[in-house]
């Protein structure tokens, strides 16, 4: 709620919104989002994993992924109800205290066919860029975090994906899988990191930054130093 409401209070756009059910939301809470959010699509979890395994019947290291990994919805379901040719993709860990605007601009510019996302602190992938040039040809970008950034839907390519996913190197650390798969396809498809300040960092001010990604090392500054500094926001306006 957070991550959206300042989103879009800072940015005055009036994106089209998909939220998708990881299998937690109670009835209470998708009814709430419904009342913030008007206009925006709720995917149930059980609908939409019946929906894309159903799509992914010739991709079979797809499908197993999709039934094996809790991350995997953000690989196939989000490019299946995606109504557009690229999405903003968006973290719940993610918020807004001023206009992004190289965000907005790469994803209203029909000119930016790259994908693009904020820079991680270090590279955190289930593979080397040693492995994914031997075994796909691709030349890893460095430093990709799935959290916040534009992708072009015909970026996530199940050929690509299912490619990817024969390589038992691939494997590894559960929570990495899904970053390596957008890594990988973003690689090959065309890919830039968003400006500095929009990287993720774990120490030092906040400052005059637009958004920060309070990922799982500083989940407690989302709530002692992000939601804190929009309340204060919202107080003096």
């Not at 799982?216 to 500054?221: E, S, T, V």
Request: charge should be negative; charged fraction near 20%; hydrophobic fraction near 40%.
């Amino acid at each position: 709620m957070w991550a959206l409401k300042s989103f879009y209070s800072s940015t005055g756009k009036h994106y089209a919104l998909c939220i998708h059910d990881d299998g937690t939301l109670t009835n209470d809470a998708k009814i709430t989002l419904c009342e913030h959010f008007v206009q925006a699509r709720i995917i149930p979890a059980d609908v939409s994993k019946e929906v894309v395994l159903g799509e992914l019947q010739d991709h079979p290291n797809c499908r197993k992924f999709r039934l094996t990994n809790q991350l995997s919805p953000k690989v196939f379901d989000f490019r299946h109800f995606l109504n557009a040719p690229r999405m903003l993709l968006l973290d719940s860990d993610v918020l807004f205290f001023s206009m992004p605007e190289e965000l907005i601009n790469r994803v209203e510019n029909p000119k930016w066919t790259s994908n693009s996302v904020n820079g991680d602190v270090a590279s955190a992938y289930t593979m080397s860029p040693e492995e994914a040039k031997s075994q796909f040809g691709v030349h890893l970008i460095e430093r990709f975090n799935s959290g916040l950034g534009v992708i072009h839907r015909q970026s996530l390519n199940f050929d690509w994906i299912e490619e990817f996913l024969a390589a038992p190197e691939i494997h590894g650390h559960p929570w990495r899988i899904e970053q390596t798969i957008y890594a990988l396809c973003s690689s090959r498809f065309g890919v830039e990191l968003l400006p500095q300040e929009y990287d993720v960092f774990l120490t030092g001010p906040l400052a005059a930054r637009p958004s920060r990604h309070y990922v799982g090392a500083i989940r407690h500054l989302m709530y002692t130093e992000g939601i804190s500094k929009l309340q204060n926001s919202l107080i003096t306006k």
